[in-house]
């Protein structure tokens, strides 16, 4: 099913080349043509959408990750120093 070009149909009508039955039944093909290119957008809007929503959930998982492991090093207690076991020197 072939639409006219939209700006085609309205010089065509304007002109009286075709009927306003004829302009109306093209405009109808012209905006379900439209409607379907909308529901294919979204969808593929929706996939890529969904895509990145767990390329940022699993980055978010390897931040928290790597933060968690930040904080127990840096929490970490220092060991203490054992006072030496050599005797102090006499003058």
Known sequence: MATYDPK??????AAGRITPEMAVGHSLQH?????EAQA???TAW????AAVDGH???LQVAVDS????MDKLL????????PSSSKPTQA
Do not use: C
């Open 31 to 35: 905006i379900a043509q439209l409607y």
């Open 75 to 82: 929490h970490k207690p220092k060991p203490r120093a054992t």
């Open 56 to 58: 940022v959930n699993r």
């Open 40 to 42: 294919t957008a979204r």
């Open 66 to 69: 790597l933060t968690a492991f």
């Open 46 to 49: 929706q996939t890529h959408r």
């Open 8 to 13: 085609q149909l309205l010089a065509d009508y």
